[in-house]
């Protein structure tokens, strides 16, 4: 206790000074995904809080006016630890393959994540939550190894598109996933560190994607790894 009195404080008084005082950059950062949000998320199957944007201000006692720039981070292709509805999960091959290179497994529960394509209705509906600023698209190179890549476009429901994520978990179960599909690469990515590194193949997975909000692509593990896109 003598050692962590130093470090307590009135948490809304030193952000509001941090805030105020001399110019600096204020990072926060938050854990888990928009959809495990308590008021987001796919309920019941979400976490006990907030952890989209909002959580930020409702965490820390941080004003709405004073958040600048939101990153959001999305892999390359889609995870999920635990049950709930997941349109575009790969219970064949390819899930297993994205599981093992991808090293999915739950930190906590230590639990294989599901895995599956890339899910553009979520990505976009996460987007409309939190409004990013730009999109860190992580673990490209998990797909190196692909003859073909698949990604969800939209939700159909009895023939129909649904023009937006559904709320209703019983619709989202339903649901049938639009795929655009792409050739695979099948090169090495993990070297790459600039744009013109990446094979064309890639390149066009990620403009397909990045509908001008990725700035960053990660082909590996380091913080060398990360791609700057603009």
């Given at each position: 206790?003598?050692?962590?009195?130093?470090?307590?404080?009135?948490?809304?008084?030193?952000?509001?000074?941090?805030?105020?005082?001399?110019?600096?950059?204020?990072?926060?950062?938050?854990?888990?995904?928009?959809?495990?949000?308590?008021?987001?998320?796919?309920?019941?199957?979400?976490?006990?809080?907030?952890?989209?944007?909002?959580?930020?201000?409702?965490?820390?006692?941080?004003?709405?006016?004073?958040?600048?720039?939101?990153?959001?981070?999305?892999?390359?292709?889609?995870?999920?630890?635990?049950?709930?509805?997941?349109?575009?999960?790969?219970?064949?091959?390819?899930?297993?393959?994205?599981?093992?290179?991808?090293?999915?497994?739950?930190?906590?529960?230590?639990?294989?994540r599901?895995?599956?394509?890339?899910?553009?209705?979520?990505?976009?509906?996460?987007?409309?939550?939190?409004?990013?600023?730009a999109?860190?698209?992580?673990?490209?190179?998990?797909?190196?190894?692909?003859?073909?890549?698949?990604?969800?476009?939209?939700?159909?429901?009895?023939?129909?598109?649904?023009?937006?994520?559904?709320?209703?978990?019983?619709?989202?179960?339903?649901?049938?996933?639009?795929?655009?599909?792409?050739?695979?690469?099948?090169?090495?990515?993990?070297?790459?560190?600039?744009?013109?590194?990446?094979?064309?193949?890639?390149?066009?997975?990620?403009?397909?994607?990045e509908?001008?909000?990725?700035?960053?692509?990660?082909?590996?593990?380091?913080?060398?790894?990360?791609?700057?896109?603009?």
């Amino acid at each position: 206790m003598t050692r962590l009195q130093p470090m307590v404080r009135d948490g809304v008084y030193y952000m509001f000074k941090a805030l105020h005082g001399p110019p600096k950059n204020i990072l926060v950062e938050g854990a888990n995904a928009a959809l495990l949000d308590i008021d987001f998320g796919t309920y019941p199957f979400v976490t006990s809080s907030n952890c989209t944007v909002g959580g930020a201000c409702t965490g820390l006692g941080i004003p709405p006016l004073n958040i600048g720039d939101v990153f959001g981070v999305s892999k390359a292709y889609t995870t999920r630890v635990g049950i709930g509805a997941f349109p575009t999960e790969q219970l064949n091959e390819v899930g297993e393959l994205l599981q093992t290179r991808g090293h999915e497994v739950g930190v906590t529960t230590g639990r294989k994540r599901r895995c599956g394509w890339l899910d553009l209705i979520i990505v976009r509906y996460a987007h409309m939550i939190n409004g990013f600023t730009a999109i860190a698209l992580t673990k490209l190179d998990i797909l190196d190894v692909l003859d073909e890549i698949k990604v969800g476009v939209a939700y159909k429901l009895n023939g129909k598109r649904i023009p937006h994520f559904p709320a209703n978990m019983d619709v989202l179960h339903q649901v049938e996933v639009e795929y655009e599909t792409f050739p695979g690469w099948k090169t090495d990515t993990s070297a790459a560190r600039k744009w013109n590194d990446l094979p064309a193949k890639a390149q066009n997975y990620i403009r397909f994607i990045e509908n001008h909000i990725v700035k960053w692509v990660g082909v590996g593990k380091s913080r060398e790894c990360m791609i700057q896109m603009f």
